[in-house]
């Protein structure tokens, strides 16, 4: 069946003085948009979409101060309870092995780029996008995790995504994906000891570490609408679900 949807964006959200960074692809992932910039900036940019998908690579829910819940199975069979301090999908991360920063309750201080993830997909509600990992909504969006998806597909946490090493896994990621990136194994190729003496490391070949993260973002958005079946979706969607792509192809 083809897809209606015109547009794929994936919002990465930082806690810098420009906080979001976006990436738009098409049905046959080409860049057509990207933005870096505040609140408004990119809210611009999701009011005119008439149809799109938007992956968010920070959280989108926050659980309630007095929320409960039991879950069979998560530690061993035995019935465990779980306040809500934590999501369910956090728990669930957490047992799999990836190190997780737990979201906070509703009216809790969080980190600065949480409390901004937040805000922006309450505001993203305001224009009528609807929060589902459930196709054919035109306008909806769901989170998203990069790095948990990367330990997910690879069975190791990535790097920081700021550093070198960091930034060069994820483009290989991408690369490989098809994007049309300089494959890092020919910076590497290139990273010789005259140029490291000289100041002449050819870094621009390697993008930045929020662009990396967008694309990312932005090529799970499209998976979920192409390859449904390389995405894992994990916690429940009334309280705080995430898509992570277990296997980041185009095939």
Same mark, same amino acid.
């Given at each position: ?16 003085? =420009?906080?979001?960074?976006? !990436? ?16 408004? &900036? ?37 019935? +465990? ?26 009216? =809790? ?11 922006? !997909?309450?505001?993203? =509600? ?13 306008? !909806? ?15 190791? +946490?990535?790097? &920081? ?30 990273? !010789? ?5 000289? +100041? ?24 979920? &609408? ?24 185009? =095939?």
């Amino acid at each position: 069946m083809e897809s209606v949807h015109l547009t794929y964006i994936g919002i990465d959200v930082q806690a810098a003085q =420009k906080p979001f960074y976006y !990436t738009a692809l098409d049905a046959d992932l080409e860049v057509i948009a990207c933005g870096h910039g505040r609140m408004a &900036d990119v809210l611009a940019y999701l009011a005119g979409q008439s149809s799109a998908i938007v992956a968010v690579n920070g959280p989108v829910w926050a659980p309630l101060p007095e929320n409960m819940f039991s879950q069979s199975g998560l530690f061993g069979g035995e019935q +465990s309870t779980v306040f809500g301090s934590h999501r369910i999908v956090d728990v669930e991360l957490s047992v799999r092995g990836y190190p997780i920063i737990p979201v906070p309750p509703i009216g =809790k201080k969080g980190p600065v780029w949480m409390e901004r993830s937040l805000e922006l !997909t309450d505001e993203m =509600k305001r224009l009528g996008y609807i929060c589902s990992g459930e196709l054919p909504a035109k306008r !909806t969006y769901f989170e998203t995790n990069i790095d948990a998806a990367y330990h997910l597909i690879t069975g190791t +946490s990535p790097y &920081d995504s700021r550093s070198l090493e960091g930034r060069l896994q994820r483009q290989l990621l991408l690369h490989d994906f098809g994007f049309s990136l300089k494959d890092p194994m020919e910076f590497l190729e290139e990273f !010789t000891r005259f140029r490291l003496r000289t +100041s002449n490391v050819p870094l621009t070949q390697i993008a930045v570490a929020h662009e990396l993260r967008a694309l990312m973002t932005a090529a799970t958005a499209w998976m979920l &609408d192409n390859r449904p079946q390389n995405l894992e979706h994990l916690g429940r969607s009334d309280e705080g679900e995430i898509i992570l792509a277990k296997e980041f192809s185009r =095939k």
